[in-house]
């Protein structure tokens, strides 16, 4: 049975209720970051005997001029019937009051021809309305309260602030194929600023000395009946949006991804009125 490496990206991919938070209850930092993977040893893997690779992550904006995420992640896998390569990049723009999304997602198995997901999303009428061009061009009208990536990950930071250790909440990002959301389920840690065995990257510039929340997020499929997830992430998010000690669980095997690097991007001020 081949191994394959899920579509889905977890980062922030990367991560409330429909409104928006309260102006300057979470401060996102405009970064660059990029995170080395192996295999995590600690747990066992099936059928996977080494992997290695690298995500790049960057987020930039505001949450007056939205935020916009690029994130590739490529990864090699030596399974018992060869190698496995797989060439991720997603590229999405959020609307900062979570009112509209833009994404594409590709997805490249040993170099052929790329999967993918394109298309916008808007709020309407108590329901998120996506129009999809690829992989096929459709209109998918998703009800109830579904939260997008930035608006996952800043209702992540809200509840860790507010000493909330749970946090339910589906969430539709676009990929694999613009019709897909998930039911997932945060557990948040207390903050924790003490730096032993941190990374260099981390303890440095900016990321010193901030507080920052070990998360879990669950992911199942929506609607659905089973209690085991589809996958799970783990890391630790610090109190500005980064995101360090990496753990990628697709069930088979798991991923670390550790932080090799940390660069701010300048940031963009809202106008004053």
């Not at 930039?60 to 991720?88: E, F, H």
């Not at 109830?144 to 909330?164: F, K, W």
């Amino acid at each position: 049975m081949p191994v394959r490496v899920p579509f889905r990206v977890a980062l922030a991919s990367a991560f409330l209720l429909c409104a928006a938070l309260p102006a300057g209850a979470v401060q996102l930092a405009p970064h660059r970051a990029t995170y080395a993977l192996s295999l995590d040893g600690s747990e066992p893997a099936k059928r996977v005997d080494a992997a290695k690779g690298q995500i790049v992550y960057e987020l930039r904006g505001n949450s007056c001029a939205g935020y916009s995420v690029q994130l590739r992640q490529n990864t090699d896998l030596d399974t018992q019937g060869g190698r496995l390569s797989s060439a991720i990049s997603t590229a999405t723009w959020e609307d900062g009051s979570g009112s509209a999304y833009r994404f594409r997602v590709t997805n490249a198995v040993n170099g052929e021809v790329p999967e993918e997901a394109d298309g916008v999303a808007e709020r309407k009428g108590g329901k998120l309305v996506v129009k999809a061009t690829e992989p096929e061009e459709a209109t998918i009208q998703i009800p109830g309260n579904v939260l997008l990536p930035t608006q996952h990950v800043m209702e992540i930071l809200s509840a860790a602030t507010r000493g909330d250790p749970i946090l339910q909440a589906a969430v539709y990002d676009g990929s694999p194929d613009g019709r897909k959301v998930y039911d997932t389920l945060t557990v948040i840690g207390k903050g924790l600023t003490d730096e032993s065995g941190l990374e260099a990257a981390a303890k440095s510039g900016e990321l010193a000395g901030r507080t920052r929340y070990p998360v879990t997020i669950s992911y199942y499929e929506h609607g659905g009946k089973s209690q085991t997830p589809d996958y799970i992430i783990s890391f630790d998010l610090f109190d500005n949006g980064v995101s360090r000690a990496l753990k990628l669980d697709y069930g088979d095997f798991a991923l670390r991804g550790t932080l090799t690097s940390y660069e701010a991007l300048p940031r963009e001020e809202c106008p004053k009125n």
